[in-house]
């Protein structure tokens, strides 16, 4: 039946930025449909508050604190699952930062936190799970990316690179680990309310954004979530190396 190839059942991800905002509702969206969970990020307090909601769902999740912009860290949250389970099959690259400053004025440590989270963070757990993968058979990565990996938005240069670096390795490990049953696709998502742009909602280009989106207003983090689902489950098996936007239509205006 094709519903149930979009059930997450009895799966184990790994969803990196599962504190809050897209992460969260990722996670949670997968404890809905079937799946365990291990949550990473640096705030071990609020992972334990994301895993009370999963657990409450009658799922395991399994909080693990990772800096994911620091190598050393990611044994810890990829022995969390072997550990537990023995495999990976969903892994979520959402932890990501960002710093709202003009181009000229952009400075070098900014520059090298960005990077390091979005980008360098987000491959080498990759490779870390992916060895993982390819000895399993099967496997389904998921990046968030951005409309930056895609089109020009102003005051995020470093931010623009980093996700601009994840849409080319998505398509270039789509293409390198597809012999190994692993798809990898990427959601770019448009303006969602989350912490991170909360700034960005209370300025006046909130107004305008909210303005300049067809559907007419800013994206929630479920709205992100049931394309998360789809991308880890079955029913995407023959779809890698895309980037699916989820942006309320501002990329199509
Ligand atoms: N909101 C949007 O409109 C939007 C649009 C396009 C793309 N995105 C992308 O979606 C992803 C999630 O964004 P969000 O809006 O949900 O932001 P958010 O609410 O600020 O959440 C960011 C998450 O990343 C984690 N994180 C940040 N730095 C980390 C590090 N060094 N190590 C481990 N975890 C780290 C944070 O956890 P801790 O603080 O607990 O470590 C938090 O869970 C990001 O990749 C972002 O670029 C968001």
């Not at 099959?89 to 952009?106: C, K, M, Q, S």
């Not at 930056?148 to 994840?166: D, E, H, V």
């Amino acid at each position: 039946m094709i519903l149930d190839t979009f059930k997450l059942t009895d799966r184990v991800a790994l969803v990196t930025g599962a504190s809050q905002g897209l992460g969260e509702a990722i996670a949670v969206a997968f404890a809905e449909a079937g799946a365990d969970v291990v949550l990473a990020s640096r705030n071990l307090a609020k992972l334990e508050a994301v895993a009370s909601r999963i657990t409450a769902l009658g799922r395991t999740a399994v909080p693990v604190q990772m800096d994911v912009s620091l190598r050393a860290d990611h044994d810890r949250a990829v022995a969390a699952a072997l550990d537990r389970w023995g495999r990976i099959d969903i892994l979520v690259n959402d932890a990501g930062t960002n710093v709202r400053v003009p181009a000229e004025d952009f400075r070098e440590d900014d520059w090298d936190v960005i990077l390091n989270t979005n980008l360098k963070g987000t491959f080498f757990l990759t490779q870390l799970v992916g060895r993982q993968m390819i000895a399993q058979r099967r496997g389904k990565i998921i990046n968030i990316a951005s409309l930056t990996s895609i089109t020009g938005l102003p005051n995020l240069a470093a931010y623009t690179a980093s996700k601009g670096g994840i849409a080319s390795l998505t398509r270039m490990l789509a293409i390198e680990w597809a012999k190994h049953g692993i798809t990898v696709n990427a959601i770019c998502p448009g303006y969602i309310k989350t912490p991170l742009t909360q700034a960005v909602l209370d300025s006046p280009r909130g107004a305008y954004i909210e303005s300049r989106v067809p559907i007419g207003r800013w994206g929630v983090p479920d709205d992100i979530a049931g394309t998360a689902v789809f991308l880890a489950s079955g029913a995407s098996d023959f779809m890698t190396g895309q980037l699916v936007v989820v942006d309320g239509g501002w990329m199509a205006g």
